[in-house]
């Protein structure tokens, strides 16, 4: 905004939506509540919010001081909510604020992911084309484990059993024609039928109903009338794209997860409201790292199935370009699992497919890879090879490692990590949570006398092997996806990420090794930064040549107004909208597809030709080659996003390249087979320019980070810490 006659503008805008939102609430009375509001920015506090498996971390963002709080709460497994409400008490009363200055909170959580993990989602009903009963059993005929691998697969059940599913007689042509009639009379007696079976989600999903959802919307009609109560999910409204399998898998998932989120968000939304008042703003990360508004959240969960590990990246972007760094992977470890992910060019990738166990939809979600490492990760010995394994059982938040004195007594990772030293035992979890090294060394030494050798090499093997394990989940979105990790640097966060970051840039040989400030509630960072989004897409399969630019220009048009809607409901005014459009691809007559990002105006510039170029780069990245073939138009979208949230933290001082102001007391650390002399770091203490010279450790409330000898830490202009071999050119 560069006038007076801007802002009055801009004012003018976020007023007539807001106004416009008014009218459909009062329009609408006796429908299901939407959220406040938002509040213009500045106007209180933001408050970030992550779920995990063994804590739950807090961020608060004081835009006016340019001040930001953490907290770090263990997390309660049988509600989440509760973790929540206990980390927002906290950081009230630690930053002397009280809950009702929080305007806005931005959740990333685990509810759809545990749900489908631990089966315990709805019963659910699902309604074919008469003919298409079975498609969810046949799936796409897939049976992993090569040639012989039907002798051994046990196939997992569908979420919508097939006894629960019912054949509706009509058919709908590919073009979106009526080919036959729904019959209504046969379809309200089936439905009586099914919801006296006690079903607790219904799912629609129609052959070709992506081309004319008629049919579909006038069964979830008849669906309504019968049981109000019921949710129903169609599947033109979840994913309006061609392959039904996929389209019907994604909305019953949809339907599977539904009541217990919407359950979760409506109870959280009002427990903030009744602490923070009727304006506070609830929005919740969907898996691609957008935010989603939380009436949207609730009516399409299947969005959040990855929203814990999203937040992690999101944070790492946001990180990464303070620091001016284009390329990283990111390397998020926690107390039960270990995320990681590859930005390039300040993008992180994503893909069209989100999996959780053996479900697979169709959402996007960012490329996260996850192993079972975590800071719990248990190790033990086989009695039959006799040979160490890490993992992926977890000693979880209960009762947690040994050296937490909450009743854990097996060795976990976090425990090695006492044992080596790198975890100094006078350090505390979260600011209050103490740790016994005694207790740890006892756990460790189980498997020391199993192994017959000394405790510290027990230690050290529990670390190494657990590296390598999160060494070879870098490998996959990196080596395996054309990517030399040595053109990458490696962000280390979450609890247990910067004890380890050394060791794995180490082992691929991705310099610098970053530790950001807060690395431990970093996710939560992601989810206070990111930005609101809402896509709306349609299948178009054509070939270019039978097209033109206009014709696609049009169409991507309409479906960025449709996407905008949601934002508009929100508050936000067209001109904070940011656009990008997604253009699936590929060469005639192959079966895979590829997706290309292009902004609006690169689309003009460049036009069909621009896209087929992309796509032709992308795939001889991916697989080493491209055709001289005609390009396949297969589906469009656009993805319309809020602009991007502001936030500039107080200036640091430099303090030079001495760093003894922050030390606050001499160690020892085990590396390479031999206890060396090292020093405590105390990061609040560290100042831009300080040079931390290896072994070291840096501790501070949510994270203790370790620097391996022959190495440095440097910090950077904004506070993170940049880990280099002693002998690189930057370290010195």
Not at 79 to 95: Q, T
Not at 161 to 183: F, K, S, W, Y
Not at 593 to 619: C, M, N, S, Y
């Amino acid at each position: 905004m560069n006038s007076t006659d801007d802002l009055i503008k801009h004012y003018e805008e976020r007023l007539a939506a807001f106004e416009e939102r008014l009218r459909r609430m009062e329009g609408d009375a006796g429908v299901a509540t939407t959220p406040a509001p938002r509040m213009r920015a500045g106007t209180g506090l933001r408050l970030g919010v992550d779920v995990g498996g063994t804590f739950t971390d807090l961020l608060m963002l004081d835009e006016k001081n340019g001040r930001t709080y953490t907290a770090k709460v263990p997390s309660t497994p049988a509600d989440s909510s509760i973790g929540v409400l206990n980390g927002i008490e906290k950081i009230c009363r630690e930053a002397g604020i009280a809950a009702t200055d929080i305007t806005e909170v931005m959740h990333g959580t685990t509810v759809a992911t545990n749900t489908v993990l631990t089966n315990a989602g709805a019963l659910v009903g699902l309604v074919t084309t008469k003919g298409y009963k079975d498609v969810l059993q046949i799936a796409r005929s897939y049976v992993p484990g090569g040639l012989g691998g039907w002798v051994i697969w046990n196939k997992t059940p569908p979420l919508a059993p097939l006894e629960l599913t019912i054949e509706a007689d009509e058919r709908m042509g590919a073009n979106g024609e009526v080919v036959a009639q729904l019959d209504e009379a046969k379809i309200r007696k089936d439905l009586k039928r099914l919801f006296s079976e006690g079903v607790e989600a219904l799912t629609i999903a129609l052959f070709n109903s992506y081309a004319n959802d008629a049919h579909e919307r006038r069964i979830a009609e008849i669906a309504r009338d019968l049981a109000p109560k019921i949710p129903v999910s169609t599947s033109a409204s979840i994913m309006p794209e061609m392959y039904e399998y996929e389209r019907a898998e994604t909305t019953v998932v949809n339907s599977y997860v539904r009541p217990v989120v919407s359950k979760y968000v409506s109870n959280l939304h009002r427990e903030l409201r009744n602490r923070m008042g009727d304006n506070v703003l609830l929005q919740i990360l969907r898996s691609d790292g957008g935010l989603s508004s939380a009436q949207l959240a609730m009516d399409q969960p299947v969005n959040l199935l990855m929203s814990g590990p999203a937040g992690g990246v999101s944070g790492a972007l946001w990180i990464a370009k303070q620091a001016k760094f284009e390329n990283l992977l990111t390397f998020d470890m926690g107390g039960t699992s270990t995320d990681v992910a590859l930005i390039q060019n300040s993008v992180a990738r994503t893909r069209r497919e989100t999996r959780v166990a053996d479900v697979i939809v169709r959402a996007p979600s960012i490329d996260v890879r996850t192993v079972g490492a975590g800071g719990g990760s248990i190790a033990y010995v086989p009695e039959l090879t006799k040979a160490l394994r890490v993992g992926p059982q977890s000693a979880g938040a209960d009762p947690g490692p040994a050296a937490y004195m909450k009743g854990g007594e097996e060795p976990t990772v976090t425990d090695a990590n006492v044992v080596l030293g790198y975890l100094p035992s006078d350090a505390k979890l979260g600011g209050d949570m103490e740790i016994s090294r005694e207790k740890a060394v006892a756990a460790v030494a189980k498997i020391a006398e199993a192994l017959s050798i000394p405790v510290e090499e027990a230690a050290e093997g529990i670390v190494k092997i657990v590296n390598e394990n999160m060494c070879g989940a870098l490998r996959l979105v990196s080596v395996d996806q054309v990517y030399d990790p040595r053109e990458f640097a490696l962000i280390g966060f979450g609890g247990a990420g910067p004890l380890h970051a050394n060791a794995l840039a180490k082992l691929i040989n991705s310099w610098p090794a970053i530790i950001p400030r807060g690395p431990g509630v970093l996710c939560a960072y992601g989810d206070a930064t990111t930005r609101l989004r809402n896509e709306a897409s349609q299948t178009y399969v054509t070939r270019v040549a039978e097209t033109s630019n206009g014709e696609v220009s049009k169409m991507l048009q309409e479906l960025r107004q449709s996407a905008a809607h949601e934002l508009t409901e929100e508050g936000v005014s067209t001109s904070e909208h940011s656009v990008f459009y997604q253009i699936d691809i590929r060469y005639r007559g192959q079966g895979m597809k590829l997706t290309i990002d292009i902004t609006p105006e690169e689309f003009e510039r460049e036009g069909l030709a621009g896209v087929g170029q992309r796509f032709d780069q992308e795939h001889e990245q991916l697989f080493t080659f491209a055709l001289d073939a005609e390009h396949e138009l297969v589906g469009l979208r656009a993805v319309v996003q809020d602009a991007e949230k502001s936030f500039i933290a107080e200036n640091q001082s430099g303090g030079g390249i001495d760093p003894s102001a922050a030390r606050i007391s001499d160690t020892r650390i085990y590396a390479d087979g031999a206890w060396r002399e090292g020093h405590v770091y105390d990061r609040n203490g560290l100042q831009p320019g300080n040079r931390i010279e290896g072994p070291a450790v840096v501790t501070e409330m949510d994270a203790t980070a370790v620097i391996l000898p022959d190495h440095v830490g440097v910090v950077d202009d904004v506070g993170n810490i940049l880990i280099w071999p002693a002998n690189h050119d930057k370290a010195r």
